[in-house]
């Protein structure tokens, strides 16, 4: 039914439905849906595929999905992830509400040393390294998937204990490194023997956690450049939550006794309660982080009585909340007039992205994470100039720092100029799962997005075009498909690699002017428009 009605995209599909499946307005029969779904030949299954896609639903509280209960049930905390609730509030509490044992994991049990919320974990330990001296502060990549994956306890004995391990790693050598890696995956799967898939997935999970734990806000990835491993440390501002939630939550140990009673737990969304729920701990948090916003920008001595107006004489806890975030926006706002202003006709940077799209096939681009792709796309529209504004849709720290890629429903990077506006969609796909897993959504975020009042273009970006996508593309910008005629352009990294050096001496010249552009992307579609296919 989700490939019915189109909720869930396939990464293959058969030769014969490919054009039904990319065509929105043909209903897919039900027939149709099961030989795409049968075509995905998923290990296990599709039971299992479907018990796969709704452990992270139900592992963080947002839904149930028990025999017993019947269907799959969204919580009350479930709708308020769907509500305008801020995200990085309910992965906190999402997260406080994780912990070892539980009644409904089988592995983690106190009989094998377990008393922990792992998020809770996380934060002590980062805390503990970091009162140590060291020339770099928070854990690397490696150091996070060794000693906070492995994590039993939070008590301060415990991690103690946990911080020599890691003193001793980090004098350890290379060889020794990856020896201490392999001891600490064995013991993380319980087994004595590894094969190459385990150390590759023990990897891959610390990234999952490391995303989530980021998705709270409380910790900054930084990386020495886009390739390297990264690095976690505390956002510095959230310290004063970090510290409250430390100190609240340490000692913090519910015991359920049925697995019905862990389940209402994890779906009430009042609870756990956050300390700075409390009006007091609230108007803490918003004088730390003021005194931020001080050491980032000026402040006249009318917004810093206004700010002392606000916080302390404020006995609405809704209002310190709004005040809190709008305090967070104009840090962001601030540090991106920042970063917009640095790249603005940034000979250096442009150079950096000429060398990263002219690459063979595209060789560093295909190994980054895709807000990374999405950033690096939206950089060459920030560094040309001569727009009215940027709106890169991938998430963001407050220093401009990709979390995660543009979520779905909308376009990667939307482009607003005086007289047109341009929508740019970034991949790292290639092959005919290509036309399956992007042409459709491409074409329906460029209707959304399209302004009547301006003319309306899709730069489409991937490694490789393939020939399915050329088709699809062509018969849009020939008004054949659903949404009329649909000025989509796709270029190959190459591509995008000759226009860059093509408009490198504008940039020199700080006189790009984004006309340049559009006669390009006419030119094509004129091109389209005269050919008989």
Wanted: charged share 25%; glycine share 4%; proline share 4%.
């Amino acid at each position: 039914l989700l490939i019915q009605e189109r909720v869930y995209v396939p990464t293959k599909c058969p030769n014969n439905l490919i054009s039904k499946f990319v065509n929105p307005y043909y209903q897919l029969t039900f027939d149709e849906a099961s030989q795409i779904a049968n075509f995905q030949n998923y290990e296990g299954g599709l039971d299992m595929r479907g018990r796969q896609s709704t452990n992270p639903i139900s592992q963080l509280g947002l839904g149930v999905a028990r025999q017993s209960w019947g269907k799959v049930k969204i919580t009350d905390f479930g709708k308020a992830f769907l509500s305008d609730r801020p995200v990085d509030y309910l992965f906190i509490k999402a997260l406080l509400k994780i912990q070892y044992p539980n009644p409904r994991d089988r592995f983690n049990k106190s009989s094998d040393g377990y008393d922990i919320i792992p998020f809770v974990g996380c934060l002590k330990f980062i805390k503990l390294v970091n009162s140590i001296k060291s020339k770099k502060q928070g854990l690397t990549k490696n150091e996070f998937e060794i000693f906070v994956l492995t994590l039993k306890r939070m008590d301060d004995e415990y991690l103690r204990m946990q911080l020599q391990k890691l003193i001793n790693y980090r004098s350890s050598s290379s060889e020794q490194k990856i020896s201490l890696k392999i001891d600490f995956a064995k013991e993380f799967y319980q087994k004595d023997i590894l094969t190459k898939l385990d150390i590759k997935n023990f990897s891959e999970y610390g990234d999952n956690v490391r995303r989530y734990y980021q998705m709270t806000e409380l910790f900054r990835i930084t990386r020495p450049n886009f390739l390297s491993d990264w690095r976690i440390n505390f956002n510095p501002l959230r310290v004063s939550e970090i510290n409250q939630l430390i100190e609240n939550f340490s000692n913090y140990s519910k015991v359920f006794n049925t697995n019905d009673d862990y389940i209402g737990y994890m779906a009430n969304s009042s609870l756990p309660a956050l300390p700075w729920e409390n009006k007091n701990e609230l108007i803490n948090v918003n004088i730390d982080l003021f005194n931020q916003l001080k050491i980032i920008t000026k402040l006249n001595k009318k917004d810093l009585q206004a700010f002392e107006l606000e916080n302390n004489y404020k006995n609405n806890i809704q209002n310190l909340t709004n005040l809190k975030h709008g305090i967070i926006d104009k840090i962001k706002k601030l540090n991106m007039k920042k970063y917009t202003k640095k790249m603005l006709h940034n000979i250096e940077e442009l150079d950096n992205l000429i060398k990263l799209f002219g690459e063979k096939k595209g060789s560093t681009l295909i190994k980054l994470d895709p807000e990374y792709l999405e950033k690096f796309a939206s950089d060459i529209f920030l560094v040309l100039g001569d727009y009215n504004e940027i709106n890169p849709n991938y998430l963001k720290d407050e220093e401009y720092n990709p979390i995660g890629h543009a979520p779905g429903g909308k376009g990667d990077i939307e482009c607003f100029y005086e007289q047109i506006n341009i929508l740019v969609e970034v991949t790292k796909m290639r092959g005919s799962q290509q036309a399956i897993m992007e042409c459709e959504p491409v074409s329906r975020h460029l209707n959304n997005f399209s302004d009547k009042n301006k003319r309306n273009y899709l730069i489409f970006i991937a490694p490789e075009i393939h020939n399915d996508s050329y088709v699809n593309f062509y018969n849009s910008c020939k008004g054949l498909l659903a949404y009329g005629k649909q000025n989509i352009i796709p270029f190959n990294y190459n591509q995008i690699f000759l226009l860059l050096k093509f408009f490198r001496k504008n940039v020199i010249n700080k006189n790009f002017k984004i006309s340049i552009l559009e006669s390009i992307l006419v030119d094509i579609v004129s091109l389209i428009d005269i050919s008989e296919r």
